[in-house]
């Protein structure tokens, strides 16, 4: 599938987002490749205001991935780029409607890339920038596998490019760093988060010698952070 074209409209800080694909052809999982997909991307309150699924979202961003957790294993919070980013304003939501498939996800997430760079060339803040991306239409067992399987296809390209792409799912028992025991990735329904790279990351990297080696070229000059 050819990289997609878009014809973004703004509205305040709202923009809808129409991505076309050109295909008629299935997508990997057997789905119809949808040609035409609405984006809608905004802050929360003007998302709110379409009725989109987004305060429960918000809300759990503000009380559970940016606040301190007892069981988290270290000080702070469960996400101290979270609750930064929160703080200066940098926290996008994007909504994904349609039943879609594995390569049009994809495609979506990579057109969402390409606006996370256009956020960040605007940001006084760009490293604090962050799109959390929903797909309400989907079932929410199916979207689970989706979300994942999308996830671990783009890491490489995403930690190649400085940024991260995080997945999110109800009852994701992953564990935290610090507390193998401590679900840091459950979330009240199944999520992508697109933000940049930072020092501490390296972390999170070691499945991997290439996206640690993009790290440490990226940071060779920083020293980490005590995690």
């Known amino acids: 599938m050819g990289a997609p074209n878009a014809s973004p409209s703004s509205s305040g800080s709202l923009r809808v ?3 076309r694909f050109g295909s008629d052809v299935l997508d990997t999982d057997g789905l119809p490749v949808w040609t035409d997909v609405a984006v809608i991307l905004g802050g929360v309150e003007q998302i709110a205001q379409l009725g989109e699924p987004v305060p429960d979202v918000n809300a759990w961003m503000h009380e559970w991935i940016a606040k301190p957790h007892p069981d988290l294993g270290r000080d702070g919070e469960v996400c101290p780029f979270a609750a930064l980013s929160l703080r200066r304003g940098g926290v996008h939501y994007a909504v994904v409607h349609g039943m879609l ?25 760009p490293n604090l920038e962050t799109i959390v991306v929903m797909f309400p239409d989907i079932e929410v067992a199916a979207l689970r596998d989706r979300v994942f399987l999308v996830q671990s296809k783009m890491k490489d390209a995403f930690v190649a490019e400085g940024r ?7 009852g994701y028992t992953a564990g935290g760093i610090h507390n ?6 459950s979330s009240p329904v199944p999520l992508l988060v697109i933000r940049a790279m930072v020092p501490n990351d390296a972390m999170f990297l070691n499945g991997s010698k290439d996206w640690l080696e993009a790290h440490a070229q990226r940071f060779a000059k920083v020293t980490l952070a005590k995690a």
């Open 17 to 19: 987002i129409d991505v």
């Open 101 to 125: 498939g594995v390569g049009t996800m994809m495609s979506v997430v990579a057109r969402l890339a390409a606006e996370f760079g256009r956020l960040q060339e605007q940001s006084s803040h």
């Open 164 to 170: 991260m792409l995080g997945e999110f799912a109800p």
């Open 180 to 185: 193998p025991n401590f679900p840091a990735l």
